[in-house]
């Protein structure tokens, strides 16, 4: 089964291409439409590269993002437990993947 799956039995039908509404997500997000597999590196088709122009570049926007996760179970723990529950079931099918892998070679 998939992450997804694990979350919301509900979602087992409907195709990755589809978008869906995660009961489990944080009110927050709640108003976002997002692909099944929206978290998932994997499963993401390659974007067109864009220049862009007054955007901030990659290592701004990585420390940016750390000093926001830094202190996201203060401003809103239920994004830090969706985000890990999602990151632990990504790293379980991972490591099943994994094992399958090593059984077969």
Not at 11 to 25: C, V, Y
Not at 27 to 37: C, I, Q, T
Not at 47 to 56: L, N, V
């Amino acid at each position: 089964a998939s992450p997804n799956q694990q979350l919301n039995p509900k979602l087992q039908n409907i195709p990755s291409s589809q978008n869906f509404s995660d009961p489990n997500i944080p009110s927050r997000y709640a108003h976002l439409r997002l692909d099944k597999l929206w978290y998932s590196v994997g499963h993401k088709q390659k974007r067109k590269h864009r220049k862009t122009q007054g955007s901030c570049g990659f290592i701004e926007l990585t420390k940016m993002v750390s000093a926001r996760w830094k202190v996201i179970d203060k401003t809103d723990p239920h994004v830090k437990r969706y985000c890990q529950n999602l990151a632990d079931l990504e790293l379980d099918s991972y490591k099943k993947e994994i094992n399958e892998y090593k059984r077969l070679v």
